[in-house]
Every structure is written in C-alpha cells, then in structure tokens.
C-alpha cells in the first residue's frame, strides 16, 4: 500500500457513503459475477483511520467497476449489431406491401388460367369440329364394311341351301335307288337260295 494515510473525517464521511451507495448499487445489479454479502456492514468510527479494510473494499470496488465496463461494452456490441440487423427487419407496411402485391399476383394468375381454360375450350371446340366430319366418314365406311358382311353372310345361307338341296337331291336320287337295290339283290340272293 503506498502513500499514506492522512486523512480527515470528512473524507472519511465522503468515502463511506459513496462506498455505502455503490455497494447498494451493485447489490441490486444481478448480473455481475461477483455476489454482494447481504450482511450488515459495520464501519470503523470516523475518526479513525480505516486502514487496509477501505483498501481491499476500494479493490473489490475497482474490479466490480472494471467488470461492469466490459459487460457494458459487450451490451453496446451486441446493441449495434442489432441496430445494424434491425435494418433489414420488415416492417408492418413492408408486410402490407407484399401482401398487396399477393394479392395482385393471384388476381393476374386467375386471370391467366381463366384465359387459358377459354383458350383450351376453343381449341377442343375446333378439333371436335374437325374430327366429326372423320368420324361420320369412318361411321360410315363401318356401316359399308357391314352391309358387306351381311351380303356374304346371305351368299353363305345361299350356298348351304344349295348345298342342302344337293344333298336331298343326291339321296333322294341316287342314294336311295341305290339303297333299294342293294337291299332287294340282298333279299334275291339270300333269302331266295334258302328257301
């Protein structure tokens, strides 16, 4: 400890209560790292020299201080930060404004489909107009196709009528002469010899 210790009792005075008046100060801080004793502080009378007590208080004093100017610089570092980031923050009317321009967006987009949809209509409206005429051609050609087939399928009854008749007129003609003679040579020569 250097220098000495003359001092009077008003400095004394002065001292312990702006000692007095920081301690409370920073009792009520609650973000230092250094916790304040909540035990009732008794002081030497004033009159008397205070000695190495006042030194080391002075010291704990100074520290405390020395801590609450780097936690306050840190602070004013991170405020301007967060000014220089609230710059880029929206703001209610940055909000409105895109919702505004939403708004717009969706009311030209509905107004592309439904233009689109019209566009859409109109061209199948066309192709149906174009197509109708080709498919009464093909309608019409399966209905020809058809009718063909109904012509070969009378020349088919045709020809097995035909041939129908041919086989009655073959067995009526030839099978059954035929038939008659087997049967009466059979009974000629058979039956005849054995009686």
């Known amino acids: 400890m250097a220098g000495s210790w003359n001092v009077n009792a008003a400095q004394i005075c002065f001292t312990n209560g702006v000692v007095e008046r920081l301690s409370s100060a920073m009792e009520e801080d609650s973000v230092m790292d250094y916790p304040i004793s909540t035990a009732t502080r008794v002081f030497p009378p004033r009159i008397f020299d205070v000695g190495n007590k006042g030194d080391h208080q002075m010291e704990q004093l100074t520290k405390r201080v020395e801590q609450l100017e780097k936690t306050t610089q840190q602070i004013q570092t991170d405020v301007a930060v967060l000014t220089a980031r609230s710059e880029h923050f929206a703001t209610k009317a940055d909000i409105e404004k ?51 087939f109904e012509r070969i399928d009378q020349r088919f009854n045709q020809l097995e009528d035909k041939i129908s008749a ?9 099978m059954i002469p035929t038939g008659l003679l087997v049967l009466a040579w059979f009974v000629q020569n058979i039956v005849l010899k054995m009686s």
């Open 98 to 148: 895109v919702r505004a321009e939403q708004g717009v967006m969706r009311v030209e987009i509905l107004g592309e489909l439904g233009a689109l949809e019209q566009r859409i209509d109109k061209k199948l409206e066309r192709m149906e107009d174009q197509l109708n005429p080709k498919f009464d051609k093909i309608d019409l050609i399966f209905e020809r196709i058809d009718q063909r």
């Open 166 to 174: 041919f086989n009655n007129s073959i067995t009526w003609k030839i």
